[in-house]
């Protein structure tokens, strides 16, 4: 199949519609010159001989050749228009005898033709070309002022010199032709090469890409078509290395907070190893800070392994009927008391029953997320909203605060994985900096989208939108 790819390639495609657009056209002239050249002559030819004819029946009739044929000056004339045109003509009287036959072949003899009948019937002469002659019948007529036939003059013309002259012009047509041909052929395929010459820059552009030249954007402006096709693949580019580069910012954040933990347990470790004699109320300080960092350890690993789950193709939901009001209530009842702690009031606004298509374990994971921050970053004697809505196609879930805020340029940011707004006091509230992230993976598994509303100062309100029925 590799041998015959080129028959797939857009500069030999372009070239056979370039040659089948040149050489066609260049065809159908060729053949109209010629039929037109032909039909000419024949009209031409039969012309010229029935007005000869027409003057041989005139003599004819004046000097009675019908009734005797002895006459040596038609006869020689007779001779010599069928010699000039290759060709043989008959004389026959109402008797149907023939009375001249230029070939001396037929003489005396009977001929009944249609076309002598039709002649003798219709009082006019009649033309009947064909490949190799020329046939036609002329009526001999006495002007007796009724116009009597009484005779019918046959020729019978070569058609060589014609066709002779037909094949010579169609072989300087077929040579013509084999040129235009080639030349077609050879100013398509250079043509074909100029215009596919931008596509083969965009190819060695995505090869070189390919080879790992990722910093490089691609620019072939030569056609509008090749801009979009670069613009687009620039585009993509730039959200692979945002990729990329995300990739690289989250390997290095989870080395990181990984990393933390660990340091501060083998400080806390070493200085338990190299102290004797060591107070029991600070040994015991000292292994309830270890034991912390074992708990944000795990809390790491686990919200990891919770976020690499939400990666996943969205085949791994467990899609069932869920009532998102008691959802959300059950959310609230679990956060009461981390809640209660802060004096921080919960709150939820359902303005009507909702059933929605979803993964149960996946939103409430989700919610309890936006709910917990809510909480984590609010002030004394806060309070924290839930409002529920819905439409014929959507299921639309509000959770607003009242707490600190978040910085205009933390807003496109808190989605990331890691990012902490409050990062000076982001040990004392806790958490992972990948709720967010893992709240945002949830919903867009579920074809829905969720948005955030903030001025630093006055709380902060995350809008989220989920379709009733899931989407495959």
Known sequence: MKRFSFLRSLRFRITIILVVIGIIPSIVVEYGIVSSYRDRAVSIRTVNVMNQCDILCNQMVSENYLENPSSATLNSELDLLSNIYSGRILIVDSNFRIIKDTFNLDVGKTMISEEIITCYKNNS????????????????????????????????????????????????????????SALVLAVGYILAGV????????????????????????????????????????????????????????????????????????????????????????????????????????????????????????????????????????????????????????????????????????????FTNLVENGIKYNVEDGWVRISLNADHKYFYVVVADSGMGIPPESIDHVFDRFYRVDKSHSKEIGGTGLGLAITKSAIMMHHGAIKVYSKEGEGAQFSVRIPLNHVE
């Open 125 to 180: 002469a009649g033309q009947y070309p064909s490949s190799k002659y020329i046939e036609m019948t002329v009526p001999i007529t006495v002007k007796d002022g009724v116009g009597t036939v009484q005779g019918v003059m046959m020729a019978s013309i070569s058609m060589d010199e014609i066709n002779a002259s037909v094949s010579i012009l169609e072989q300087k047509g077929t040579f013509l032709m084999a040129i235009i």
């Open 195 to 366: 215009l596919v010459k931008p596509f083969n820059k965009i190819t060695r552009a995505i090869e070189n890409i390919s080879a790992g030249y990722m910093d490089e954007d691609i620019s072939v402006p030569d056609y509008v078509e090749t801009q979009l096709i670069t613009n687009a693949f620039n585009e993509m580019m730039v959200k692979v290395r945002t990729l990329d580069e995300s990739r690289q910012e989250f390997v290095s954040n989870v080395s990181h907070e990984l990393k933390t933990p660990l340091t501060s347990m083998k400080v806390l470790a070493d200085s338990l190893v190299g102290q004797e004699n060591m107070p029991v109320e600070l040994y015991q300080e000292f292994m309830r800070d270890i034991t912390e960092e074992i708990d944000r350890e795990n809390e790491i690993i686990t919200d990891l392994l919770a976020l690499v789950k939400m990666d996943k193709k969205a085949s791994t939901l467990n899609i069932e009927m869920v009532n998102i009001n008691d959802m959300l209530e059950l959310i609230l009842k679990r956060l009461k008391p981390i809640a209660a702690e802060r004096n921080i009031r919960l709150l939820v606004d359902s303005f009507r029953p909702v059933n929605a298509q979803i993964d149960e374990m996946k939103l409430t994971l989700a």
